[in-house]
T-cell receptor, first 114, second 114 residues
C-alpha cells in the first residue's frame, strides 16, 4: 500500500523568507504523480504544484518549487518570498498512474509571520 | 472557469438521521471522487465513479452509498448517521484521459451530526 509521510506538523517563517516543507512516500509503482495541495482556513483544497515521476526536472510554479528525489522517494516543497496569504495547511499527495485515488500525508501547518 | 459545485455547503443532522450530499463536476469531467476529512486530519478517500460506474472504493462505511448519474453529477447518501460522521466531505472531479490526472476539488460540505 502506498503511504505518504509529512514529518513536520507545524512550520513557521517570516514574511519574504524561504521555507521548505518535507514529504516522503512509499510505493512499488514506477509511474505516479505527486502533488502539493494548500488548504487555507476556508478549507478549500487548492492545487499548488504537481510532479510527474517520469520527469527528472523539478516542477516550478512562480514562488513554489519542488525537490523531487525519486530514488529517495522524497518530494519537498520550497516556498520563496513567503507571503501572509501562504499561511495554510499544506498536504503532500500521491496518485499512481494506474488509478486516481489520492493518498494524502498528514499535513503541515505553515504560518507566515509579518 | 467553472468549478466543482457541492451542495449543501453546511448540513446539520441528528444521530440516526439520513443525509444526501450532492456534487456537480466540472463540465466534461467524467470521473468523480469523494473524500472525508475529519477535524485535524488529512482527507480520506471514500469512493469514486467513472462513467457512472464505481471505479474504486476506499474506507466507506456500509451505511454510506453513492452513485453517479447520467449528467455525471454524483450523490453521497449517508444513513444512520453517527457523531463520528461529522466531517468535511469533499467531492473532486477529473477527466479520464491518461494525462489528466489532476483532481479539482469542490468547496466541501461541512456535515455536523448532533
Amino acid at each position: 500500500a502506498q503511504t505518504v509521510t509529512q514529518s513536520q506538523p507545524e512550520m513557521s517563517v517570516q514574511e519574504a523568507e524561504t521555507v521548505t516543507l518535507s514529504c516522503t512516500y512509499d510505493t512499488s509503482e514506477n509511474n505516479y504523480y505527486l502533488f502539493w495541495y494548500k488548504q487555507p482556513p476556508s478549507r478549500q483544497m487548492i492545487l499548488v504544484i504537481r510532479q510527474e515521476a517520469y520527469k527528472q526536472q523539478n516542477a516550478t510554479e512562480n514562488r513554489f518549487s519542488v525537490n523531487f528525489q525519486k530514488a529517495a522517494k522524497s518530494f519537498s516543497l520550497k516556498i520563496s518570498d513567503s507571503q501572509l496569504g501562504d499561511t495554510a495547511m499544506y498536504f503532500c499527495a500521491y496518485i499512481p498512474a494506474s488509478y486516481g485515488k489520492l493518498t494524502f500525508g498528514q499535513g503541515t501547518i505553515l504560518t507566515v509571520h509579518p | 472557469a467553472a468549478g466543482v459545485i457541492q451542495s449543501p455547503r453546511h448540513l446539520i443532522k441528528e444521530k440516526r438521521e439520513t443525509a444526501t450530499l450532492k456534487c456537480y463536476p466540472i463540465p466534461r469531467h467524467d470521473t468523480v471522487y469523494w473524500y472525508q476529512q475529519g477535524p485535524g486530519q488529512d482527507p480520506q478517500f471514500l469512493i469514486s465513479f467513472y462513467e457512472k460506474m464505481q471505479s474504486d472504493k476506499g474506507s466507506i462505511p456500509d451505511r454510506f452509498s453513492a452513485q453517479q448519474f447520467s449528467d455525471y453529477h454524483s450523490e453521497l447518501n449517508m444513513s444512520s448517521l453517527e457523531l463520528g460522521d461529522s466531517a468535511l466531505y469533499f467531492c473532486a472531479s477529473s477527466f479520464s484521459l491518461p494525462s489528466s490526472y489532476e483532481q479539482y476539488f469542490g468547496p466541501g460540505t461541512r456535515l455536523t451530526v448532533t
